[in-house]
């Protein structure tokens, strides 16, 4: 039977992000107070697990590093028909960038043990640096195929998918055990259902801490993170709109003043 890894990352509700308010000192987005919500891609990494479970049969384990309320979107997950939910929560794993962010996770992941794929997000919906799902995979030694919007072969140990580029997409074949990113595109995630409810009501969740993961502190969360955001500043960008009358050659000519005026042009 398959054994997937799903990534989950609970972020603050869309809806709450207007009140979000940076911590002064940490630098880094509040989540104990805060609505959180299962991060948007993640559904669709989390729906390809379930269609593959459906179809061929598979083994669903999702893991999120977070704080205790997090434990509610592992729950959601559960659910939505994972088999095993582990919450890895600790307060040393606070305050983590990417980096540390994927070692957790590649720490849970080996902890696991056997497994033939590990799905992530393209990205998240708060920190968006698209770089945990190919970190992860250096740190758990396996191959990666990020962006995907497509599984196209899914049989036996290697799977052949589509993957954005720019303007269209590549075909990759990739042999298992890989880490592979997922796009919006890859399909519609589904909706909790009652019976699947209903049915959660009997998965307890596992939480591991610093010590079930066997890291050291200060190798994780805001200790074990190389970049630290030291300042996060909103742009406002200012566009005026001004109208030129006139014919078009007198519109030429008021333009040309006005980038020499504005020293964009000589
Ligand atoms: C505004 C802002 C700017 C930031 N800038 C940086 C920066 O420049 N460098 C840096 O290293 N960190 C940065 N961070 C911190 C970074 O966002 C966090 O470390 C975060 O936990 C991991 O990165 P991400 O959200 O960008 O993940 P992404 O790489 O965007 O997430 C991709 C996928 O990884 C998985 N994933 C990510 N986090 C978790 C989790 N906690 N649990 C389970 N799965 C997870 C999910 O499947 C997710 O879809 C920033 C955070 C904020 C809010």
Same mark, same amino acid.
């Given at each position: 039977?398959?054994?997937?890894?799903?990534?989950?990352?609970?972020?603050?509700?869309?809806?709450?992000?207007?009140?979000?308010?940076?911590?002064?000192?940490?630098?880094?987005?509040?989540?104990?107070?805060?609505?959180?919500?299962?991060?948007?891609?993640?559904?669709?990494?989390?729906?390809?697990?379930?269609?593959?479970?459906?179809?061929?049969?598979?083994?669903?384990?999702?893991?999120?590093?977070?704080?205790?309320?997090? @434990?509610?979107? #592992?729950?959601?997950?559960?659910?939505?028909?994972?088999?095993?939910?582990?919450?890895?929560?600790d307060?040393? !794993?606070? @305050?983590?960038?990417?980096y540390?962010?994927?070692?957790?996770?590649?720490?849970?992941?080996?902890?696991?043990?056997?497994?033939?794929?590990?799905?992530?997000?393209?990205?998240?919906?708060?920190?968006?640096?698209?770089?945990?799902?190919?970190?992860?995979?250096? !740190?758990?030694?396996?191959?990666?195929?990020?962006?995907?919007?497509?599984?196209?072969k899914?049989? @036996?140990?290697?799977?052949?998918?589509?993957?954005?580029?720019?303007?269209?997409?590549?075909? #990759? &074949?990739?042999?298992?055990?890989?880490? !592979?990113?997922?796009? &919006?595109?890859?399909n519609?995630?589904?909706t909790?259902?009652?019976?699947?409810?209903?049915?959660?009501?009997?998965?307890e969740?596992?939480?591991?801490?610093?010590?079930?993961? @066997?890291?050291?502190?200060?190798?994780?969360?805001?200790?074990?993170s190389?970049?630290?955001?030291?300042?996060?500043?909103?742009?406002?960008?200012?566009?005026?709109?001004? !109208?030129?009358?006139?014919?078009?050659?007198?519109? #030429?000519?008021?333009?040309?003043?006005?980038?020499?005026?504005?020293? #964009?042009?000589?």
């Amino acid at each position: 039977m398959l054994r997937i890894i799903v990534c989950v990352k609970a972020v603050p509700e869309s809806k709450a992000a207007e009140s979000l308010k940076i911590d002064p000192v940490t630098k880094s987005l509040p989540r104990l107070d805060i609505p959180l919500e299962i991060n948007p891609l993640d559904r669709n990494a989390l729906e390809v697990a379930l269609q593959l479970k459906e179809g061929s049969g598979a083994h669903i384990t999702v893991i999120s590093m977070g704080p205790p309320p997090a @434990g509610d979107i #592992v729950k959601e997950c559960l659910a939505l028909g994972a088999d095993k939910g582990i919450l890895l929560s600790d307060p040393a !794993f606070a @305050g983590a960038d990417a980096y540390a962010t994927a070692l957790t996770l590649a720490k849970a992941v080996k902890k696991i043990g056997e497994v033939d794929v590990v799905l992530c997000g393209r990205a998240s919906s708060d920190g968006a640096t698209e770089w945990v799902g190919p970190e992860l995979a250096v !740190f758990v030694d396996m191959p990666i195929v990020t962006m995907v919007r497509e599984f196209v072969k899914t049989d @036996g140990k290697n799977w052949v998918v589509k993957a954005d580029i720019e303007n269209g997409y590549r075909l #990759v &074949q990739a042999a298992l055990p890989t880490v !592979f990113t997922v796009t &919006q595109d890859a399909n519609t995630p589904r909706t909790l259902s009652f019976s699947g409810i209903i049915k959660s009501r009997k998965k307890e969740i596992t939480t591991w801490g610093l010590n079930d993961l @066997g890291v050291l502190e200060d190798s994780v969360g805001l200790k074990g993170s190389p970049t630290i955001v030291s300042k996060l500043a909103y742009v406002e960008s200012k566009r005026e709109c001004e !109208f030129i009358d006139g014919t078009l050659e007198e519109k #030429v000519d008021q333009l040309i003043n006005k980038l020499v005026e504005a020293g #964009v042009a000589s």
